[in-house]
């Protein structure tokens, strides 16, 4: 059952997975946005960069990301980060030797390293090595993205701000958030490919600044006893408006099985 709940604030439209989940919800998930959309409006999709430094969980992330090459489940389909692990590797068992002659040597020393249990491994060995891993992971800017979903941002980019719209407290880590327009299906289907589908968006007027917004919408998971699945949480400083002009489209849209409590 879909239930759109009126009674809290912000509004929650509980989706559970009914829609299902990732990309075969992307098409839907689409609809239920422009949902909100007028031709007056601008739908507005945030991508955050944060400060890699200031991350207040880099210590464990990197003993995490040694943890998960060690068991070799992480994603490495170009072999990137396990070429710089070799070199790491080659750097402490044969420091003498040079990489570009001794990819052999590379190859059975980072065999070697999956094969030795790891609580028998060197600790700062483990420490260079999860750093590597983690600087080739972690995502924090939009620079550390492919050229195509950069492209994708810098090409509708409409603003850059800190302004912190969700309701728990700011991150000590947040650099900017760049705001950039996706107002048509095709768009915010690739939005979702390119960046996130859990997204946050504002609805808003031409030459607005987002935090004017006519609707902010963040759409996450959650896991509690009462809701189990997708939720879209939606702001709005004209509540009247939504119920006489957004909630017969969400009908029209998710049908019979949504159900509204007041």
Sequence with gaps: MLKLALNTYPFRLELGYELGFGPEAYEK?????????E???????SYTNWDRDKDPHKDDLIQ??????HADII??????ISQKVKEVLLQHYAPERDPKGNQSVMDQLLAYFRQ???EELNEELLQKIGYVVYEEQGN?????????TQAFVNSRLVAANSAWLLPYERPVYL???LWYRANTQEEIVKSFELTDWWFTCALVNPDTQVEDYRYFLNFTEEH????????????????QSFKDSVIPKLVELLGEELEIVE
């Design 29 to 37: 998930m689409a609809k239920v946005i422009q949902a909100f959309h």
């Design 39 to 45: 031709p007056s409006m601008d739908i507005l999709f």
């Design 64 to 69: 995490d990301s040694a943890l998960n090459f």
């Design 75 to 80: 994603d490495d389909r170009d072999q990137k």
């Design 116 to 118: 030795v249990p790891i």
């Design 140 to 148: 924090y800017t939009l620079e550390d993205q492919d050229p195509t």
């Design 175 to 177: 650099k900017n958030i």
């Design 224 to 239: 509690e006893e009462e809701c189990d699945g997708m939720v879209l949480t939606i702001s709005t400083p004209n509540p």
